[in-house]
DNA sequence: TTCGGTGCAAAAGATTTGCATATGT
DNA sequence: ACATATGCAAATCTTTTGCACCGAA
């Protein structure tokens, strides 16, 4: 099995917090990272179905919430309302493309310290924040 | 009645458009322009139930989308997942308190441009955004 | 008189919960 | 053994839709 690091991470989270560690938890993770994240609780579903018909949805989505207690995951939430769920890691913001669906991340410190300053002004402590750019990308933009 | 311009203005919006005008429309616009924006579809029927309690919670949602369409409106959806209305005006961005609720506005021409620079990088046209700041305003922050 | 509008109830889609059963520890 | 996890079905929550009836044009 691949992702040794974060089944590690997982296990060590399970273990902390008196929760157990399952075959289900093993291999809802594993199809997680392997797909690369930004995907719905439904989209895990049924990807997982193929080859583990006997994992029920609310299994999913469960674990899917465990993965963002234990650090390993971060729920975004786009224009549609449906939750996503991507791998965490250094923090970054989203273009999403409206035509393909394909979704990019950015990182902009001159944008992180101008919304700083703009909090500031009016005495808001940012907590955390969601930053996202709609449009279309290279391939689907009209020339 | 207040908000004459408004309420000319989707007046406007029907006849162009062959719908017709009717006291619910009528009703259920003087009271979201009067809450100030902001709300719930839940929210704007709980407000209207008030006075007047035969009109449908489906009405309420069909106006919000219609008020949309015809410009008097925007539809945002902030980390619940939850459809919120508020009233059309110059674009900016916000800043959600996450204690109180209280949300704030902001726009930054210095972010503007950034963002372009951007999804210039990647040949991606913005065509839309959405930037919201967590955290706490300065009566909910502990000092 | 003719369409579009309304309101109820029911449907829908995403997510959560109750519960009996199964399974790590 | 005991407590948590699972999987199914049913419940929720928000929003949309079907349909008979109502009312603006």
Redesign the interface.
């Known amino acids: 099995m691949a992702h040794e690091i974060e089944q590690k991470a997982l296990a060590r989270y399970l273990e902390s917090h008196t929760l157990k560690q399952t075959k289900q938890r093993e291999v809802i993770l594993e199809a997680f990272l392997e797909a690369g994240g930004h995907l719905t609780g439904e989209d895990l579903y049924q990807l997982i179905r193929e080859q583990y018909p006997r994992i029920g949805y609310t299994t999913v989505y469960r674990s899917l919430k465990l993965f963002v207690e234990a650090g390993l995951a971060e729920e975004r939430?786009f224009?549609d309302?449906?939750?996503r769920y991507e791998i965490e890691h250094k923090h970054h913001d989203h273009?999403v493309?409206?035509a393909c669906g394909k979704i990019?991340e950015?990182e902009?410190a001159?944008?992180e310290q101008?919304?700083k300053?703009?909090?500031d002004e009016?005495?808001?402590?940012?907590?955390?924040?969601?930053?996202?750019?709609?449009?279309?990308?290279?391939n689907c933009?009209v020339n």
Do not use: K, N, P
């Open positions: 939430r224009d309302g449906v939750a273009l493309c409206t990019f950015f902009s001159v944008i101008a919304q300053e703009v909090a009016i005495g808001f402590t940012i907590l955390r924040h969601r930053h996202e750019l709609y449009g279309h990308c290279a933009r």
